[in-house]
């Protein structure tokens, strides 16, 4: 089945640790997404891709770092420097061609 | 201004009810209209898509665009209670050129049984 798989689904992180949340895809899709969903503020948008090898800062992207090393995986370290890290994390990807963006299930991590 | 506002809710409407959910918009430049359904600590799920102005139907699902008015609107028939859930309106192609999307905050929907 196509998809778009992430894990953890629950992460905790400690203080002061960085911690990496996977993506990946079989979608054969070109752009990849991260996104932070906290209540009542909605999708906000943390980095993109719209290439291999080559990414772009959204809104928020201080705190955050992400690679594109293959096509079908995006992942998301969430660095020491971001103070407040806890919220639900959503990978999605599209087809530049096509625009709809299709999202995987999220990774919620804690601060503990 | 926010460039995408949408209605927090809750919404509750009995089952079998039609319900209505919006968005508006600010940004006449955007070409691409979506609406997903996120159910509680999952990933939103795409529902409708559309391009310009127009209607789409999609089984109990309807969606309108208007961008004259900059509007868009999902309409529900005959709704049931396995939909309620957080719908997200989310729009793209704006004139940077790139495919980002702006998504609304989400209306949160009951339906009661």
């Known amino acids: 089945d196509g998809g778009i798989t992430q894990s953890p689904k629950y992460l905790f992180r400690k203080e002061g640790q960085n911690v990496t949340l996977s993506c990946e895809q079989n979608?054969?899709?070109?752009?990849m997404y991260w996104y932070r969903q906290d209540p009542g503020q909605g999708l906000r948008l943390i980095y993109y891709?719209?290439?291999?090898?080559?990414?772009q800062k959204g809104d928020i992207a201080e705190g955050y770092s992400v690679s594109r090393e293959k096509k079908e995986s995006f992942p998301l370290t969430v660095t020491s420097a971001q103070k407040n890290p806890t919220a639900f994390y959503l990978c999605?990807?599209?087809?530049?061609?096509?625009?709809?963006?299709?999202f995987g299930q999220g990774t919620r991590l804690t601060v503990v | 201004q926010k460039e995408v506002e949408q209605d927090p809710g809750p919404l509750s409407v009995p089952e079998g009810a039609i319900v209505s959910l919006n968005c508006t918009y600010s940004?006449?430049?955007?070409?691409?209209f979506m609406w997903y359904r996120q159910y509680s600590r999952k990933g939103p799920e795409l529902l409708m898509y559309t391009y310009s102005s127009g209607n789409k139907e999609d089984g109990r699902f309807t969606a309108q665009v208007d961008k004259s008015s900059k509007y868009i609107s999902l309409f529900i028939r005959d709704s049931q209670p396995s939909d309620s859930a957080t719908y997200l309106c989310?729009?793209?192609?704006?004139?940077?050129?790139?495919?980002?999307?702006?998504f609304g905050t989400g209306t949160r929907l009951k339906v009661l049984a």
């Open positions: 999605a990807s599209s087809n530049v061609k096509y625009t709809e963006a299709f």
């Open positions: 891709s719209q290439i291999v090898n080559d990414f």
């Open positions: 940004n006449s430049a955007f070409q691409y």
């Open positions: 989310a729009m793209s192609g704006d004139t940077s050129g790139t495919y980002k999307y702006i």
């Open positions: 979608l054969n899709h070109d752009a």
